[in-house]
């Protein structure tokens, strides 16, 4: 459902996606049905000709069975529901794949401060690539990153991956993507940060191997290269 | 103006006075903010070691005598509250005015206890347990205070034999500021 | 001082409630020796630390807390003849402080948990020319 | 001597010393309700004692913030619909003013909106009437309630002219933006937001005291537990559960205050405070929040549709025990608002649990309302269209709210439109169509005059139109991945799509079609109080004890103190000439 609005470029967008349309059917069949008694009722009980209204105290247990027999029906609906999501949450943000890259992200007062590892594949190396919202990934490449902020709370969102984190100043928290579709996609500030808010956007590139090696060959270059610390440096590790 | 007395006040379908039930529903308030500031404090604890380092400054003998300080206050307390069931007002306005001496002694001893820290260098900004110290200790020492202000005026009530029920609640109050020390005495003195 | 006559005190309770005031008039524990147990307690927290032994510490720390406590409610405050209705009313109050604590203890308390850690401050906090340099700046 | 009380007629001549009320004043002998001081316009308006002044007071400090908030929405919406072009009426709307404009919009609804007119207003209005008694328990604790909420909303007026404008952290405001001047760029603005919100949460607490006593203890004799109407239950919990979740953010606030102003460490990261624990003590505080406000909105909704169904309400044991259900399990659901936040994510798997099992209780609720629509005999008063409109608006927001209980699907649309746009379908219902479903069913008895039937449906229509074409739309933007608090979405170029645009302008006209509604309601309201038609004490033939006192009701109320025989639906009973019998006539 979500996918005729946003595209789906992760590989645990679709579970995502999946969920949402199971939730939109259930709940979406109560809804439905909670409108239609209530408007026939509206409309099959308006006042003609002053009819007298009925007494019914709704303590019979006839009466009753009205109410709780949908009750227990919701419960059964809320059980499969629950059940669903937590197998979801499970994959998106508990149990990760093994990670075959390693990125971090530093959110801070109105840009993100990407470190990709450089062509020697590790982190925390002399060739390490930093750049500031712009972040190269490799399709169908499972991803770790991890995600800081320097002064405010932050939140790496990308729609198209249907992935959200809050960078928290004081975290490190990791969380993993998978690149399925290559594209480019929005990255946005999804938590208040204060006056660029919403002047903070940074772009995902996504690419086959030999254009992310192109790039890297290029970016890591002594000429065309960015500093490797990135501005200020950060007080975090 | 014109106050008239509510009859709504004369009514107790729960068989509790009003005044003591609304008092209840004070205390209720009152537990949660500092429920809330002191389970804080709990979980910051355990979670910075540095923190007994640095409480090991903090003096004990002045929180213990406070703790003595209040702890008697208390039983002046009651002993109003008692000389007020008997409606002997004088005597019961004598016991405030004990309890507010107390609660003098305290905020007194709390005054020694600030200087000599801050003197020391153990301001609020030094560390955030010292931020919790005298956020924790100023809040209950304000209550220590708006409590002195209301037992004054209710003792000049009960001096002239009037009302002489706000002597239970100003002591049940009082009673509840007591023990809220009682908690923060242990977290904030002894656990060194 | 004229010994005040006008009114045996009565709460304002419409007379069809049983006015507790004469259930608690002849019921009184002695507040002395209460007072008395009370100080004592307060002897034993403050003598526990000297021992050094950590558990005993905590008991007689906050074990005694919560005893001296139960005792100030119970017997100053007279909870023990007070309505059932307020007891349930305060013990429910005081463990929503429970439950907010269950709910919070696993970010604020501990430093690292599933898939995030806090990360170690390399700058020290300000102002603070005492405390062991090493100290915060240790993964802990 | 003891005391000689007599409950029926005057109130007991007193003798001098005898314990009175609570506040401290001397036991005045004049009897009640006879003669009072001089009147002047002062004792009688502004510093009058009585409950149903003080609610009125209420009322109108409520309506005129809900213009204030109202035209916010009017200067962000337009900000949104026609990006950086100056609003007309308001000028430019640049980045800081979009973010405070943003921030004080919910602050004022929640705050200064929905608690006041929902918990204060009708409270103090009704309870003392629908119980049948003559004023609040403590008249002077409800006045200093009162005195205090108005200081807090001219407080945080005055946050919005000083110097960096009006704190633009979110209503939430979360540290280390909102607990330091570098990150929020509003030092004045920011201490001023919070200072008016503890003050805000003093007056509650106060009042709140006021109203649990009254209903606990003034209740009419013979009013057994299942007499009382479900406004005045719904009421008392929701103070009882504002006062037990406000606790921890008073002390929260009291932190949050010294970090902005003493420059304490209490919830910055680098001197070892935790920006999480804010969230927690807000939230804590924050669920609860919105049942505080849903359960005053559910009362009056059972006040209007038993009314004018003329039904007795389906199963009232059933409604009140699923509410102190709602109530209890209101706080064990708080972090469903931090899912991606940064808590443990296994905390996250018990939250999303406990989030849906207590769309349980709410749906009993709801079906029960419905459940007394069946067999009536239904006259669509604009009350009565604004009653069900409640049920039908609430159902859509319940239900979106399954959505966001769920972690899973919340990881994606979290702090999206599609949040703003489920809760504006929880609060808009409870803050703007159940209220004036009160307003339209209580004005006779408030005012003593009749309101205008057509230009109350014109304003019904207006605004449930109005509504729906803001926020439907919003839903759609939202999945589609238009975030919070974003002032232009010209930087995000998946979001710049013409298509998304003109769901935008749509919304931005839904709110222009609902605010030009309000007109209908506003003339309405002014002509009728002096030409509506003058009203009986029992216009809409009602069984709860405010209809036996005149409108508008005198100082004191009824003439002589009610006794109740009955519950408050006793509608259509079998056997009986008329379909109502009123609560205070003998059987």
């Known amino acids: 459902m979500i996918d005729w609005l946003t595209p789906r470029a992760s590989s645990f967008a679709g579970d995502i996606d999946w969920l949402f349309a199971l939730i939109l059917g259930f709940v979406g069949f109560w809804f439905v049905v909670a409108e239609v008694v209530l408007f026939s009722f509206l409309f099959k009980f308006r006042r003609r000709r002053n009819a007298r209204a009925r007494y019914v105290t709704g303590t019979l247990k006839t009466e009753k069975r009205w109410i709780s027999v949908p009750h227990v029906l919701i419960i059964l609906c809320d059980v499969v529901i629950i059940a669903a999501t937590l197998s979801v949450w499970a994959a998106v943000k508990q149990s990760f794949p093994p990670a075959q890259e390693k990125v971090r992200i530093v959110a801070q007062q109105w840009a993100w401060t990407f470190v990709h590892p450089g062509p020697d594949g590790a982190l925390d190396t002399a060739d390490d690539v930093t750049t500031i919202d712009e972040l190269h990934v490799k399709t169908d490449t499972t991803y770790h990153f991890e995600l800081t902020a320097k002064d405010v709370l932050h939140s790496f969102s990308v729609p198209a991956f249907r992935l959200k984190q809050d960078a928290v100043p004081g975290r490190v928290i990791t969380g993993w993507f998978k690149p399925t579709t290559p594209g480019q996609y929005d990255v946005q500030c999804a938590e208040i940060c204060g006056i660029g808010h919403g002047l903070m956007p940074a772009r995902i590139t996504v690419e086959t191997k030999e254009q992310h090696d192109q790039w890297l060959r290029r970016a890591a270059a002594p000429a065309g290269g960015l500093v490797a610390t990135g501005p200020g440096g950060t007080p975090w590790r | 103006m014109a106050t008239s007395v509510p009859l709504a006040t004369t009514r107790a379908a729960t068989g509790i006075p009003t005044a003591r039930l609304a008092m209840w529903w004070v205390i209720a308030s009152e537990i949660v903010i500092f429920g809330g500031l002191l389970a804080t404090y709990v979980m910051l604890r355990l979670h910075h070691d540095h923190w007994a380092e640095e409480a090991s400054h903090t003096s004990t003998l002045a929180g213990g005598f406070n703790t003595f300080v209040l702890l008697t206050s208390s039983l002046f307390a009651v002993l109003a509250h008692q000389a007020a069931e008997r409606g002997r007002g004088v005597r019961a306005a004598r016991f405030l005015w004990y309890t507010i001496g107390g609660g003098a002694t305290f905020m007194l001893v709390k005054a020694f206890e600030y200087t000599n820290e801050i003197s020391h260098g153990y301001t609020m900004f030094r560390d955030v347990f010292w931020s919790y110290y005298y956020t924790a200790t100023g809040l209950h020492g304000l209550h220590v205070l708006a409590g002195m202000v209301c037992m004054a005026i209710v003792a000049a009530g009960a001096r002239r034999g009037e009302n002489l029920h706000r002597v239970e609640l100003v002591g049940i109050y009082w009673h509840f500021v007591d023990m809220v020390w009682i908690f923060l005495f242990p977290l904030l003195y002894i656990a060194k | 001082m004229a010994q005040q006559t006008a009114t045996a005190y009565t709460a304002p309770t419409t007379p069809a409630t049983p006015a507790r005031a004469s259930e608690r008039a002849h019921g009184h524990p002695s507040y002395v020796k209460i007072w008395g147990i009370l100080l004592a307690l307060l002897a034993a927290s403050i003598a526990g630390p000297f021992f050094g032994i950590m558990w005993l510490t905590l008991v007689t720390a906050f074990g005694i807390a919560v005893v001296k406590a139960v005792m100030v409610a119970a017997y100053f405050m007279h909870l023990n003849i007070e309505k059932p209705l307020v007891r349930y009313m305060l013990l429910a109050i005081a463990a929503l402080v429970l439950v907010l604590w269950a709910g919070i203890y696993p970010d604020v308390q501990k430093s690292e948990g599933q898939n995030w850690r806090q990360a170690e401050r390399v700058v020290r906090p300000a102002g603070d020319a005492h405390a062991k340099p090493a100290g915060e700046a240790g993964r802990h | 001597m003891a005391l000689t009380v007599d409950a029926e007629h005057t109130v007991p001549a007193r003798r001098r010393g005898a314990p009175a009320s609570h506040d401290g004043h001397r036991g005045a002998p004049a009897a009640h309700g006879g003669h009072h001081g001089p009147t002047s316009f002062w004792s009688t308006y502004v510093f009058s004692t009585d409950h149903k002044v003080i609610g009125l007071q209420y009322m109108f400090t409520g309506m005129v913030m809900a213009l204030i908030g109202g035209f916010m929405a009017y200067a962000f919406r337009m900000q949104l619909a026609f990006p950086d072009q100056p609003v007309p009426g308001f000028g430019l709307v640049t980045p800081n003013v979009y973010n405070s404009l943003v921030t004080n919009h919910g602050a004022i609804m929640i705050f200064w909106v929905a608690m006041p007119m929902l918990i204060a207003g009708f409270g103090n209005f009704l309870i003392p009437l629908m119980i049948g008694c003559d004023d609040m328990v403590f008249p002077r604790l409800n006045r200093l309630s009162y005195q205090l909420f108005f200081v807090s909303a001219i407080v945080l007026l005055a946050s919005f002219v000083v110097p960096g404008g009006g704190f633009g952290g979110a209503w939430t405001s979360y540290p280390p933006l909102s607990s330091s001047g570098t990150f929020n760029h509003t030092p004045w603005g920011a201490p001023l937001w919070l200072a008016a919100v503890a003050i805000e949460f003093i007056a509650f607490l ?382």
């Not at chain 4, 007795?312 to 608002?337: E, P």
């Not at chain 4, 339209?440 to 009749?450: A, N, S």
């Not at chain 4, 408050?568 to 109502?580: H, K, L, M, Q």
């Open chain 4, 206 to 587: 106060l009042g709140g005291i006021n109203f649990i006593t009254t209903a606990m203890n003034a209740r009419a004799p013979g009013m057994r537990m299942w007499d009382i109407p479900m406004v005045v239950w719904m009421i008392v919990i929701a103070s009882i559960l504002f006062m037990a979740s406000a606790g921890p953010l008073i002390a929260g606030a009291i932190m949050l205050l010294l970090d902005q102003v003493a420059g304490t460490h209490f919830f910055t990261p680098a001197a070892g405070g935790d920006p999480l624990l804010w969230q927690h003590l807000f939230w804590f505080f924050g669920h609860p929040e919105v049942y505080v406000v849903l359960l005053p909105a559910m009362g009056i909704v059972a006040e209007v549709i038993t009314v004018h169904a003329r039904k007795k309400l389906f199963a009232y044991k059933t409604i009140l025990y699923t509410t102190a259900g709602t109530a209890a399990f209101s706080f064990v659901v708080w972090a469903h608002h931090q899912f991606v936040a940064g808590i443990d994510p296994r905390m996250a798997n018990l939250f999303t649990i406990t989030t849906l099992l207590i769309s349980i209780p709410i749906g009993e609720m709801l079906f029960c309302y419905i459940a007394t629509l069946w067999g009536g005999s239904i006259e669509f008063k604009t009350s009565m269209l604004f009653g069900v409109a409640f049920l039908a608006e609430f159902l859509l927001g319940g239900v979106t709210g399954i959505f966001l209980g769920a972690s899973a699907v919340d990881v994606y649309l979290h702090d999206t439109y599609f949040v703003v746009a489920h809760f504006h379908y929880t609060f808009v219902p409870i803050a703007i169509i159940a209220v004036f479903a009160g307003i339209y069913h209580w004005y006779p008895k408030m005012f003593g005059r009749l309101m205008d039937e057509t230009l109350g449906k014109i304003h019904f229509w207006g605004t449930i139109i109005g509504f729906n074409t803001i926020f439907l739309p919003l839903f759609v933007t939202g999945a589609a991945g238009d975030h919070r608090r974003i002032y232009s979405y010209q930087h995000f170029q998946q979001l710049a799509t013409d298509g998304l645009q003109s769901l935008r302008v749509v919304a931005t006209v839904g709110m222009l079609i609902m605010l030009l509604a309000q007109t209908a309601f506003i003339v309405n309201f002014v002509r009728s109080l002096v030409r509506g038609a003058p009203a009986a004490a029992n216009p809409w033939r009602a069984n709860t004890l405010e209809w036996a006192a005149p409108s508008p009701p005198p100082h004191g109320n009824f003439a002589e103190m009610p006794t109740v025989y009955r519950g408050p639906y006793e509608y259509s009973v079998p056997g009986r000439t008329e379909d109502y019998w009123p609560q205070n006539v003998p059987a």
